[in-house]
């Protein structure tokens, strides 16, 4: 949310569309910092393993799919060896979403899609410039972020601190603040 509200061009957005666009994104944005910052999932004391939450009896052969599915996605991003810029492009592709349902200016998020793809290929191109299939190799990893949908990733990794709070709830709370 942070990171969000401090992209001037985010906050250029109608607020009711800053706060669609964080809802949608959320689950991606949250793997692309853990991808980024080598968050730990064999050791992360973030995640709830079913055996340490209440209600989640029977689907342990769930938890360990999902985590093995954010393993590899883990995986492809770190054989790539993403950069800083590369991630900050990456998430803003991500929240920009003009196909997202509500939105009251789609097109100037699809304006900022466009931006954040440009300056991702210009930093591919003046940084990697012996890698030309490195601009399409990082955006076919984006869909992988959705391989675990984002209920299972507040189950995974929030349910113990939240509860039963919806995360749209509590990031709505935070944007307001």
């Given at each position: 949310?942070?990171?969000?509200?401090?992209?001037?061009?985010?906050?250029?957005?109608?607020?009711?569309?800053?706060?669609?666009?964080?809802?949608?994104?959320?689950?991606?944005?949250?793997?692309?910092?853990?991808?980024?910052?080598?968050?730990?999932?064999?050791?992360?004391?973030?995640?709830?393993?079913?055996?340490?939450?209440?209600?989640?009896?029977?689907?342990?052969?769930?938890?360990?799919?999902?985590?093995?599915?954010?393993?590899?996605?883990?995986?492809?991003?770190?054989?790539?060896?993403?950069?800083?810029?590369?991630?900050?492009?990456?998430?803003?592709?991500?929240?920009?979403?003009?196909?997202?349902?509500?939105?009251?200016?789609?097109?100037?998020?699809?304006?900022?899609?466009?931006?954040?793809?440009?300056?991702?290929?210009?930093?591919?191109?003046?940084?990697?410039?012996?890698?030309?299939?490195?601009?399409?190799?990082?955006?076919?990893?984006?869909?992988?972020?959705?391989?675990?949908?984002?209920?299972?990733?507040?189950?995974?990794?929030?349910?113990?601190?939240?509860?039963?709070?919806?995360?749209?709830?509590?990031?709505?709370d935070m944007f307001k603040n």
């Amino acid at each position: 949310v942070k990171w969000a509200k401090n992209l001037p061009v985010f906050s250029n957005l109608p607020f009711r569309d800053q706060v669609i666009l964080l809802e949608e994104a959320w689950s991606e944005l949250f793997l692309l910092c853990s991808i980024q910052w080598s968050l730990p999932l064999d050791s992360c004391p973030l995640l709830s393993l079913p055996d340490l939450c209440p209600g989640m009896q029977g689907k342990t052969s769930y938890t360990s799919l999902d985590l093995r599915l954010l393993q590899e996605v883990f995986s492809r991003f770190k054989t790539l060896a993403v950069d800083p810029t590369e991630f900050a492009c990456l998430k803003a592709i991500v929240l920009f979403k003009p196909e997202t349902r509500g939105l009251k200016d789609p097109e100037q998020v699809e304006n900022l899609q466009d931006q954040s793809q440009v300056m991702l290929g210009q930093h591919i191109r003046s940084h990697y410039p012996g890698q030309p299939a490195r601009f399409g190799k990082l955006l076919l990893l984006l869909p992988s972020l959705r391989f675990v949908n984002s209920e299972r990733i507040e189950l995974l990794f929030f349910h113990r601190t939240i509860g039963n709070t919806p995360m749209e709830k509590l990031l709505c709370d935070m944007f307001k603040n």
